[in-house]
């Protein structure tokens, strides 16, 4: 079992709907949980990061964290075609800088 | 603000010819990450440092990878000799290196340098 699980996709949305991402992971002593979207041939760059149960809100973006279920998720309003990329989830242990990232889920937003 | 730097960004070798991939972390920033990323793997981390010394050097594939942070500003992986297996994106990252009862700081990521191995 991967450590940190999401569906490769590819997830398609239409345009100005709700995208939903989703990512599981195994260990339980995981503390903090990060959203990296990256564009083809280009970096990560920090979405989101959420620490504790519930929701985080950003603009258009939510974070939802469940530790019961070890399921973190992301929500994106009103997708946009620049939202399409690759949405990758990372966790860490708690007091370790060392991430683990999932494979990742490719969006593409449909105009 | 610069963000992280890597050089190079491209670099084609020669199977069994030494790469070194250099990185400048952002200012300030005490902890600097090495990760490769590959389409069957996905994004993996190699190794880390805090404040200059080797923290978790686990996911280094072999003894032909090596890294060193000789200061705060400046960090290689050298791959010797190198395969085509070796072929990726190879990133640095850089964050605060800060770890609290919260959480864990933001790693922000360089551009990468897309090494591909003959």
């Known amino acids: 079992q991967k450590e940190v699980e999401q569906n490769s996709g590819p997830l398609s949305v239409p345009e100005g709907a709700i995208a939903s991402l989703n990512c599981t992971y195994s260990?339980?002593?995981?503390?903090?949980f990060f959203w990296y979207r990256q564009y083809s041939g280009k970096s990560p760059e920090l979405i989101m990061s959420?620490?504790?149960?519930g929701d985080k809100e950003d603009g258009r973006f939510t974070a939802q964290l469940n530790k019961a279920s070890q399921y973190v998720s992301l929500l994106i309003r009103d997708s946009q075609p620049s939202d399409s990329a690759t949405y990758l989830c990372?966790?860490?242990?708690?007091?370790?800088?060392?991430?683990?990232f999932g494979t990742g889920t490719r969006l593409t937003i449909i105009p | 603000d610069a963000g992280v730097i890597q050089s190079p960004r491209h670099e084609v070798t020669e199977m069994g010819q030494e790469v070194t991939l250099r990185c400048k972390p952002i200012?300030?920033?005490?902890?600097l990450f090495w990760y490769r990323q590959t389409m069957m793997r996905g994004l993996e981390l190699l190794i880390y440092?805090?404040?200059?010394?080797?923290?978790?050097d686990s996911g280094m594939p072999e003894d032909r990878f090596s890294a060193k942070m000789p200061n705060a500003s400046f960090s290689t992986l050298k791959i010797q000799p190198s395969e085509p297996r070796d072929s990726a994106v190879y990133f640095c990252?850089?964050?605060?290196?800060?770890?609290?009862?919260?959480?864990?700081?933001?790693?922000?990521f360089g551009p990468g340098t897309r090494l591909t191995v003959l």
């Open positions: 990252a850089s964050s605060r290196g800060h770890t609290t009862s919260v959480g864990t700081d933001t790693q922000y």
């Open positions: 260990d339980r002593g995981s503390q903090s």
């Open positions: 959420i620490y504790s149960n």
């Open positions: 990372a966790v860490s242990n708690f007091g370790n800088e060392k991430l683990t």
């Open positions: 200012s300030g920033h005490n902890s």
């Open positions: 440092f805090n404040n200059n010394v080797p923290i978790d």
